[in-house]
């Protein structure tokens, strides 16, 4: 598959001829009549717009057209509207009735829907939330929202887990497009996108494989910039910010640009992160006073910056967007003597292009194309020295159609491709170099019944992976091997319901049906990995009295059935919503701590070995939230979440985090707002085989902001107080938990200005 191939399809595309010639206009007003600028306009989920400073919207829509008009603002319920267009000019006025709880569009959603509409729970992050909540890696920025952990793998790299599921499982996106990293191969790797210079991260709990894939059978998060815009940029905006973290020296800026004439627009925008090893509440490793007070190796430097233009015309829009990332970060040794300091220098170079027609034709109100290809490399160094380097080049395509109604039934439907082109170089080359191509086709329609949404999708998707040959030293001695490639066709189906039973509740229920291949590290892995101080096998091996013998029986492939229940209270005294999800997958792969060491297969050293290995497992998921005003100053929020992974034939899933609980107390007043909260984390003792318990801690936070207003733009100051109780906390969902605690007592104090 040839990223050239999608570009010639773009242009085949834009040589249809819009047919719009009617005009949709209006006001959109609250219920008092005030109007609302900012809110959000689309039609059948394809052409958008937002209103202007009178709350005054004005769409082009093709003649003689049955449409559905969504209407949606942050605080206020989202409307449809069916309308039937004929030609010239239609007049719709649009009264949103507000409520409690924000209610933010998903542009990760098919139909562009807000997270209080979908049949699974999202959560989304906002531009202000993410300033008091950011840090050096997207996990630990995350971690916070119900049902989510980070995986905790030094200053540099945490990758987010969702409802137990993690790396592979778990597709990270920037504007829809897969980041393109290497951090999917291993704990150590980074996720390389940043979350500083975001508008807002969406998380998409239980599998989005629909319209993304293989490798989202857990869930997705995206993280969402202004490096692509679809709607007409006529005014120079940004913004600049600014924060230092005493826990680790820590110092960010971070800043972007945006402007345009109303047809041509252009963007830039960086980030410069510099931080020092990071306090600790005690000795890393017990009884090694050596090392107390703080946590070696566990630095981080960070460089992250992008550039984009795009044209917005009356019935079209493309954008073109360039990122570099560059980052040097340590990894937590296990203090075993000799042992040398482990970094990783990593580079990137990224493009996205993004494109798309309104109303091209009858019976389509947008034809989209996105597209992306990724250059990343990372060196791993040993005491200054790189051995062992990571290539990865990923090209990625997507075709997307927003149909008009088909009867009631609207939607999208398309075409998606990804290559991907692996290598690994050096003394810990552990995978042998491998191409991977998926080829898919999906679809996804939605209509409304009176009081319920319903929802239903599939995808087919053929997924090839292709090794190149290995060599294996064994106790056998060293021997070429040729993997056997995998070659699957993936079927993924789902269904979904929002019933809403009363103007104060909704209730979604959604069914999913997914299919995942094995990656090339589950399968071929074979070598020592002193980032992750561990030897690693994959499951196209056995372990037998020592030796290790290549079984290329074992790649089957996995195939999980998600049911999830999500009950939401949008109004009245308290706010909140409860999810119950189970999901049952046939043939997981996990990474078994086999009790031996590598000195027992005939290796040097003694570092634990770990295979990838295949059971039928169990996953059970609940998690709570609530939001409770007392009056305009003083308001609660309460979290609570909890995930069970078991193994059907007995025996626990490694690396699940145990329940937690955590609440917040509010103040706001006029510019001024200030929380004290605490999260709980219990022990955990359902552990998996040779994997130790861990011990529950509490981390309590604190935070005061302050807002005002200048004729030019709006200012922020804030100060956030992180682990004031200074606890020893080791997160169970850590492979470093023995000898990397998180950071002590902290505080962090920023600026932040928006024009």
Not at 233 to 247: I, K, R
Not at 483 to 494: A, K, M, Q, W, Y
Not at 619 to 625: D, G, K, N
């Amino acid at each position: 598959m040839k990223l050239a191939l999608s570009y010639i399809a773009l242009a085949v595309a834009g040589t249809c001829s819009p047919v719009m010639a009617a005009q949709l206009e209006g006001q959109i007003t609250d219920n008092n009549g005030t109007p609302l600028p900012g809110a959000h306009v689309s039609i059948d989920g394809g052409n958008k717009t937002t209103s202007d400073a009178q709350g005054r919207y004005k769409l082009s829509i093709a003649d003689n057209s049955h449409v559905h008009l969504h209407v949606s603002d942050d605080n206020f319920r989202h409307t449809d509207h069916d309308l039937q267009i004929t030609t010239g000019f239609v007049t719709q006025d649009i009264s949103l009735e507000q409520i409690m709880m924000e209610n933010i569009v998903i542009t990760a959603s098919p139909f562009l829907r807000s997270a209080m509409e979908s049949t699974t729970p999202i959560s989304v992050m906002t531009a202000d939330e993410l300033k008091l909540n950011i840090a050096p890696s997207l996990g630990d920025t995350l971690e916070k929202l119900p049902g989510v952990q980070a995986s905790h793998f030094g200053a540099g790299a945490s990758r987010p887990i969702i409802r137990g599921m993690s790396g592979p499982r778990v597709l990270v996106l920037e504007n829809g497009l897969s980041v393109g990293d290497a951090s999917t191969v291993s704990a150590d790797h980074a996720v390389t996108t940043e979350a500083g210079t975001a508008q807002q991260i969406e998380l998409l709990r239980g599998p989005g494989s629909l319209l993304y894939g293989n490798g989202a059978i857990g869930g997705v998060v995206n993280v969402v910039n202004n490096r692509v815009d679809e709607r007409a940029v006529d005014e120079l905006s940004g913004n600049f910010g600014s924060h230092y973290v005493t826990g680790n020296n820590g110092r960010t800026v971070n800043g972007e640009l945006n402007g345009g004439n109303g047809k041509f627009n252009w963007h830039l925008d960086g980030t410069h992160r510099e931080t020092d090893d990071f306090d600790i509440a005690g000795n890393a490793i017990e009884n090694q006073s050596k090392t107390h007070g703080s946590l070696a190796n566990s630095q981080l430097k960070l460089d992250d910056y992008a550039a984009g233009v795009g044209y917005t015309g009356d019935d079209s829009f493309i954008s073109i967007s360039g990122a570099r990332t560059e980052s040097n970060y340590g990894i937590p040794g296990r203090g075993v003597e000799g042992d040398p300091d482990i970094t990783i220098d990593l580079k990137k170079t990224a493009w996205q292009l993004h494109s798309g027609l309104l109303d091209p034709f009858s019976g389509v109100s947008k034809l989209r194309f996105d597209a992306g290809y990724t250059d990343y490399q990372h060196a791993e160094q040993e005491d200054g020295v790189a051995d062992t380097f990571f290539y990865n080049k990923q090209s990625e395509a997507r075709l997307s159609v927003n149909n008009t109604p088909w009867g009631e039934w609207q939607g999208v439907m398309g075409l998606h491709a990804i290559h991907r082109d692996f290598s690994v170089r050096g003394e810990e080359a552990l995978t042998p170099d491998s191409k991977t191509d998926t080829v898919a086709a999906f679809i996804v329609q939605e209509r409304r019944i009176d009081d319920f949404r319903i929802e239903l999708g599939g995808r087919i998707e053929h997924y090839r992976l292709d090794p190149n040959s290995m060599k294996l030293q064994t106790l056998a001695g060293t021997q070429d091997y040729q993997p056997e490639g995998v070659s699957d066709n993936n079927l993924t189906l789902s269904a979904g319901i929002v019933w809403d039973f009363d103007p104060a509740y909704n209730l979604g229920l959604s069914f999913e049906r997914a299919e995942r291949s094995a990656t090339a590290e589950e399968l071929y892995s074979f070598g020592a990995h002193d980032a992750t101080q561990s030897f690693e096998v994959g499951s196209q091996f056995m372990i037998e009295n020592g030796n290790v013998i290549p079984n290329s029986d074992t790649s089957d492939k996995e195939i999980a059935n998600n049911i999830d229940l999500t009950l939401r209270k949008l109004e009245g005294a308290w706010t909140g919503s409860l999810s119950l999800a189970y999901n049952r997958v046939n043939d997981f792969y996990y990474e078994k701590d086999t009790g031996l060491v590598a000195s027992d297969i005939g290796e040097e050293g003694d570092l634990p070995v770990y295979q990838f290995t295949q059971g039928d497992v169990e996953l059970y998921s609940v998690e709570a939230q609530a939001k409770i005003p007392f009056n305009d100053t003083w308001s609660l929020d309460l979290l609570s979440d909890y995930t069970r992974g078991k193994l059907v034939d007995g025996g626990n899933l490694p690396l699940i985090s145990p329940m937690r609980f955590g609440s917040t107390l509010n103040f706001d007043l006029q510019d001024w707002h200030a929380d004290v909260g605490v999260m709980a984390y219990a022990k955990q003792t359902d552990t998996a085989e040779n994997e130790t318990d861990t011990a529950g801690y509490a981390l309590v936070d604190s935070a005061v902001t302050y807002h005002f207003a200048t004729e030019n733009g709006d200012m922020m100051f804030y100060v956030k107080g992180n682990n004031l109780l200074d606890q020893d906390a080791r997160p169970h969902t850590s492979l470093l938990k023995e000898y990397s605690p998180l950071m002590g007592r902290s505080v962090m104090i920023g600026v932040n200005y928006d024009f």
